[in-house]
């Protein structure tokens, strides 16, 4: 498993975890595509338009391996924003290839790309 060196490791100031620290010993879970309601409490949805914000920064438009992103976190965005930049994709590897779908993060997330989003440093 990859570890994303200088990724954060969390939303700053709350405990929604960005990244795991050492692979399941149960085995890899399983990236799924999740619905976001629109009643979603608001530091939900910080938290999933920060991990976007930290996505962008790391890897831009390049593919990119899961590796230690959280897949809870990586499943509010799986299947719209972030989607498999592989074919075949194994939604429960740690190898798999992710990329950013740019036009639907934009949409989703504008403040996520426009530097209005939060400091990581």
């Known amino acids: 498993m990859i570890k994303h060196r200088g990724f954060p490791g969390r939303l700053q100031g709350t405990d929604f975890q960005f990244v795991i620290r050492r692979a399941n010993p149960k085995g890899?879970?399983?990236?799924?595509?999740?619905?976001?309601?629109?009643?979603?409490?608001?530091?939900?949805?910080?938290?999933?338009?920060?991990?976007?914000?930290?996505?962008?920064?790391?890897?831009?438009?390049?593919?990119?391996?899961r590796g230690n992103l959280d897949?809870?976190?990586?499943?509010?965005?799986?299947?719209?924003?972030?989607v498999p930049a592989e074919d075949p994709f194994d939604p429960a590897s740690y190898d798999a290839l992710l990329r950013i779908d740019v036009n639907v993060a934009q949409a989703s997330f504008p403040d996520a790309f426009n530097g209005k989003g939060e400091e990581w440093a």
């Not at 938290?47 to 920064?57: H, I, R, T, V």
């Not at 897949?71 to 972030?82: D, P, Y």
């Open 71 to 82: 897949a809870g976190r990586l499943s509010w965005l799986f299947g719209r924003e972030v």
């Open 28 to 65: 890899v879970t399983a990236l799924t595509v999740r619905e976001r309601f629109r009643d979603r409490r608001p530091p939900d949805r910080r938290a999933d338009a920060g991990f976007m914000q930290a996505l962008w920064e790391q890897f831009g438009e390049e593919p990119f391996e």
